[in-house]
């Protein structure tokens, strides 16, 4: 395979390398840095942000291991049930493809130890949020003053230098990053810092509005991607899972048509996001059908016994086979509209389709 081969000669070999561990890291909430989401890979930790420097995080033995076993296909240190990519071998397009130099004869030019900074990263060390959703938490989170001063403290000493070569960033992925006080502070520092840079929001969707963004001086062709947690399909539904949820939906609904109308200009990549549970499974379908009246994709993921500050209800975990609703979920999930998306779905929804 020679130095010069273009992509679209390699595609079918590259779809089997995960980029993830070459590319990107992700903060967990105690600093904790993790090639990708930690429930993906058995929670392997790199580093931590807050007591390691930048080469300790982005170059351990830790990742370099991980990386040797990647390039030889060897996916062990991973939790095939968990990731979406790994257990059907399909991963996520590496954002360096375009460039000659990303290939090599033997393997794409991933080296174990990376000489380039990540293309991403996203920080999930702050829990903000205005909202109490049944599928995270079970009441608002607010940072107290002293946590507050604390991470504001560190966006120009440590966050600003970390993220120089840095194309997308993911600003607070375990809240929300437009209600929480330190994240809209260092989106708006990055923002004036770093003109390269586009941002991945994942957010409730509550206080995603054009002003908002305006506010952070964040031009709309600078969004990366906005990903909407909303987790049913009508304000009845969505009011069982978010306490006050009956006043925020409307809301959402307005928010989703401006970003509708924004993606088809700015060509961002809009996702619907929605974990299943006992409560709102049965609304799966309508959902799907929302997200493609706003031009979004959805996405599916499965409640988890632990979520970042609450534990849910047993009663919940429609996913397990011994669920009294369990084979109805089934049921549903081989609808045509969730077999049309079916790799939108985690492994575990993916596989009870076909059960």
């Known amino acids: 395979m020679s130095l010069n081969s273009n992509f679209s000669e390699n595609k079918e070999r590259f779809e089997h390398i995960c980029t993830l561990p070459f590319e990107t890291f992700e903060v967990g909430s105690n600093g904790d840095v993790y090639c990708c989401c930690p429930n993906w890979n058995n929670f392997y930790s790199i580093g931590n942000i807050f007591s390691d420097n930048y080469e300790e995080i982005w170059n351990p033995e830790r990742v370099k291991e991980l990386r040797k076993r990647i390039l030889n296909k ?19 397009l590496s954002k360096r ?8 004869k033997d393997h794409p030019s991933f080296q174990i130890h990376m000489k380039k900074s990540p293309v991403s990263v996203k920080l999930g060390y702050d829990s903000e949020c205005n909202i109490a959703c049944k599928m995270c938490r079970d009441k608002i989170i607010c940072l107290s003053d002293e946590e507050l001063q604390l991470f504001n403290s560190r966006i ?6 970390l993220l120089n070569d840095v194309q997308v960033l993911e600003v607070n992925v375990k809240g929300d990053p437009f209600a929480s006080r330190h994240s809209r502070l260092l989106a708006e520092k990055v923002a004036k810092k770093y003109k390269h840079i586009k941002f991945d929001f994942q957010t409730n969707g509550i206080l995603c509005t054009e002003n908002m963004l305006k506010q952070l ?5 600078r969004i990366y991607a906005i990903r909407v947690s909303i987790h049913a399909a009508t304000a009845e539904t969505y009011s069982k899972i ?36 006992a409560v709102n499974y049965k609304e799966i379908p309508d959902f799907i059908g929302m997200a493609e009246h706003f031009g979004a994709r959805p996405f599916f993921w499965e409640l988890r016994q632990v979520q970042y500050n609450y534990t849910a209800l047993d009663n919940d975990f ?22 049309k998306y079916k790799d939108n779905f985690t492994p575990r929804l993916y596989s009870l389709m076909f059960d």
């Open 217 to 221: 001086k964040i031009s709309l062709d």
């Open 156 to 161: 120009d000493s440590l966050l600003i230098p």
């Open 318 to 339: 429609i996913v397990e086979p011994d669920h009294p609703l369990h084979e109805d979920l089934k049921k549903v999930l081989r609808n045509p509209l969730c077999m």
């Open 97 to 104: 493809t375009l460039k000659k130099s990303f290939w090599k």
């Open 242 to 277: 978010v306490q006050n949820g009956e006043k925020f939906f409307p809301v959402i609904l307005e928010n989703l048509k401006f970003l509708s109308l924004a993606r088809e200009k700015h060509s961002f990549m809009f996702f619907l996001h929605f974990v299943v549970s």
């Open 74 to 92: 060897d996916y062990s240190l991973c939790d095939k049930n968990s990731c979406p990519y790994c257990k059907r071998q399909l991963f996520p």
